[in-house]
């Protein structure tokens, strides 16, 4: 199963990723007045990676965009360290709060690890529930140092940790 096949797309959505992207580049595309003079159409959605940095730690999200349209399909457990030199990279620090593009070395680790393989662990789809509420993916997180040690409920959720906790 490919990375597409495991997300909801919208109908009007290229099974593809738009690499050069930024998320400010995506904003002012699809929010700003008058810069969408490289759009088809409005009814056009495109798929790309970026680094939050809103909460206590970086993350990467795979987000479909388009005119007043925004959806997160993903998130991408990918290593701590390449989030923070992604946001280094482009001028940031820990500490500044906001959306980030990846870099390089990123795009790269994507490419091979969760682009290109069948079915990638560090791919997890954000479903919604009947209600449309956000249901996280049926995985328990690690416990943070010094914390009780979680109880698995799958296999599955036991691999994904050990797969990523070499990154600690």
């Given at each position: 199963m490919g990375m597409f096949?495991?997300?909801?797309?919208?109908?009007?959505?290229?099974?593809?990723?738009?690499?050069e992207i930024?998320?400010?580049?995506?904003?002012?595309t699809f929010s700003a007045k008058g810069l969408r003079?490289?759009?088809?159409?409005?009814?056009?959605?495109?798929?790309?990676?970026?680094?939050?940095?809103?909460?206590?730690?970086?993350?990467?999200y795979l987000m479909e965009r388009g005119v007043r349209?925004?959806?997160?399909?993903?998130?991408v457990k990918a290593p701590a360290d390449m989030l923070i030199a992604g946001?280094?990279?482009?001028?940031?620090?820990?500490?500044?709060?906001?959306n980030f593009p990846i870099d390089a070395a990123l795009k790269e680790w994507l490419l091979a690890e969760v682009v290109t393989p069948a079915d990638s662990p560090y791919l997890l789809?954000?479903?919604?529930?009947e209600a449309g509420a956000e249901v996280?993916?049926?995985?328990?997180?690690?416990?943070?140092?010094?914390?009780?040690?979680?109880?698995?409920?799958?296999?599955r959720s036991l691999a994904l940790w050990v797969a990523t906790s070499w990154r600690r």
């Open positions: 096949e495991k997300l909801r797309l919208s109908e009007t959505t290229e099974a593809n990723i738009e690499w930024t998320p400010d580049l995506a904003f002012c003079e490289g759009l088809n159409s409005t009814g056009e959605r495109i798929c790309y990676f970026f680094i939050d940095n809103w909460g206590a730690e970086p993350r990467l349209y925004v959806n997160i399909l993903a998130e946001i280094v990279n482009h001028g940031g620090t820990l500490d500044a709060k906001g789809p954000i479903v919604e529930d996280s993916p049926a995985v328990q997180l690690p416990p943070r140092p010094g914390s009780r040690a979680p109880k698995w409920h799958s296999q």
